[in-house]
């Protein structure tokens, strides 16, 4: 009997010290950048915080670098080859490989400028 009570509360306090770490795990992740939508999958705030795409015809070298596989002479070339009418000139200009256009093209925009 004692030995069964002592199960018992050894149980439930285990239980209570577990629960106080869970309200901890949930806002460290919050604190990360991810957060766990109602389907149970994350998504990352800076991905979503990057869904504004950059304009190729306005975009600073520093900026460009910031794609993938767009280094420093690309970006240089990217410059030089401006204004582009479309996202699509990058490789009709051949100022990007396939590869890497690939791999920008749906980060990129290239805005007509006004005027």
């Known amino acids: 009997m004692k030995r ?3 199960f018992t509360l050894c149980t439930t306090l285990l239980c209570l010290l577990l629960a106080g770490f869970c309200p901890a795990q949930t806002s460290a992740s919050s604190r990360s950048g991810t957060k766990a ?11 979503t915080a990057k869904t504004q795409k950059m304009d190729i015809n306005s975009a600073t070298k520093d900026e460009l670098q910031t794609l993938p596989g767009i280094g420093d002479a690309i ?23 396939q590869p890497t256009y690939e791999k920008i093209k749906d980060q990129i925009v290239a805005h007509h400028a006004k005027g």
């Open 37 to 47: 939508t109602t389907s149970g999958e994350k998504t990352n705030k800076s991905a």
């Open 75 to 97: 970006s240089q070339k990217i410059i030089d080859g401006r204004p582009y009418k479309a996202k699509s000139d990058l490789l009709k200009k051949k100022i990007v490989p």
């Open 4 to 6: 069964t009570l002592f």
